[in-house]
Structures are given as C-alpha cells and as structure tokens.
T-cell receptor, first 114, second 114 residues
C-alpha cells in the first residue's frame, strides 16, 4: 500500500497563477482533508470530504477549491495564488465512524507564492 | 465547533528528563484524543491516542492522561532522548460522527538537549 500520495513536493508560483495539488489514497478511506501549516498556527483545515461527491469548508477555505469525484482522489485547486498562500500543505485521510480513526498524512507540499 | 488549546508552544529539556504537554478541549462530545509527532521536514504521524472511556494509556516511554471532567489531556514523555525532538500536536474528535473532523492544537516544539 502506498498510503497517501501527495504531489508535488515543492512548488513556486507567481501571484495570480493557478495550480492543483494532487492527493490520492489507496486505503479506501471515506474521509479526506487538506490542511495548511504555518509557523505557530498548527494545522488549519482548508476543506474536507466525507465521501465521493461530498465536500465542505474548513476553517480557512477562501482562495481554494476542491472536488471529490472518486473515493481515492481529492485535489486542491488554488484559483489565483497570493503570497498569503505561501505555506506547507498536507493532505490527510482516515476512516469514518469506527474506532480506527488514525489520520494518515501525505508527505506535504511546500508552496511559495512570489 | 471544538476548540483545542495546547501549551506550551515550545519546550526545552535535558536528555533524560521528562516532558509534559497539555491540551484542553471545549466540546463534551469529543471522545477521541490522538497525539501526532512531526519531525523536521516530515509528515505528522500518530504516536499514541486515548479514548474517553480510559483515563490513562502508556506505550513504553510515552503516556497520555485524560480528565473528562476538566476537559483536558496531557502527553508525558519520560527519559527523553534527542530523537524525541519534534513538533507534537494534540487533537480531539467525535469518533462516531459522520463528519470525522479532527481539531488540532497549535503544536509544541520539543527540543531535547544532549
């Protein structure tokens, strides 16, 4: 099993550019989510999904879009990059509703917007 | 929603000493409390968790305690080693919820000096 695969690992964007961060999991997890990590701010939830076709906003959704067309994939789109979106992004997935609710994280994407 | 507060934000200890990190939560419906360790440049990984029907759980040098009445839980690391240096995150969730959200604290940077 690959677990959670997140790409790319590093990215530099110019202000106004758009891009998609990819996230895929092979554990048949219902729940997938995107976090951003900034110094001193912990892990802040951007968007999450509880199953294919179902997405919802987290704490900091502005400037980001998601979709969940399959159980495996949960891409994060930056619509028009801004310097405030410079951050480290993590995708995470886990089972829902049962006792095994360990969240598995992807390797992270370090994004710089100039 | 749930609010998780974590203290201290930084902690320095001498090798061999103990380290304690404390978290409080606000939602009495939360019943699952995991702790994640994030080494420099790596993804967060689960190190230990506790459920609300248990007051304490140990795994070798790490232990977690939970006080449901006071709504706080703590991570205890004994006989610290330099490889324990990392950022530690506490989290809380309602394990049976179909929403599955994990609410994270802001993290504690633990440094263990040789």
């Amino acid at each position: 099993n690959a677990g959670v695969t997140q790409t790319p690992k590093f990215q530099v964007l110019k202000t106004g550019q758009s891009m998609t961060l990819q996230c895929a999991q092979d554990m048949n997890h219902e729940y997938m989510s995107w976090y951003r990590q900034d110094p001193g701010m912990g892990l802040r939830l951007i968007h999450y999904s509880v199953g294919a076709g179902i997405t919802d906003q987290g704490e900091v959704p502005n400037g980001y879009n998601v979709s969940r067309s399959t159980t495996e994939d949960f891409p994060l789109r930056l619509l028009s990059a801004a310097p405030s979106q410079t951050s480290v992004y993590f995708c995470a997935s886990m089972f829902l509703g049962g006792r095994n609710t360990e969240a598995f994280f992807g390797q992270g994407t370090r994004l710089t917007v100039v | 929603g749930e609010n998780v507060e974590q203290h201290p934000s930084t902690l320095s200890v001498q090798e061999g000493d103990s380290a304690v990190i404390k978290c409080t939560y606000s939602d009495s419906a939360s019943n699952y409390f995991p702790w994640y360790k994030q080494e420099l440049g790596k993804r967060p990984q689960l190190i230990i968790d506790i459920r609300s029907n248990v007051g304490e759980k140990k795994d070798q040098r790490i232990a977690v305690t939970l006080n449901k009445t006071a709504k706080h839980f703590s991570l205890h690391i004994t006989e610290t080693q330099p490889e324990d240096s990392a950022v530690y995150f506490c989290a809380a969730s309602n394990e049976g919820s179909t929403l599955g959200r994990l609410y994270f604290g802001r993290g504690t940077q633990l440094t263990v000096w040789p």
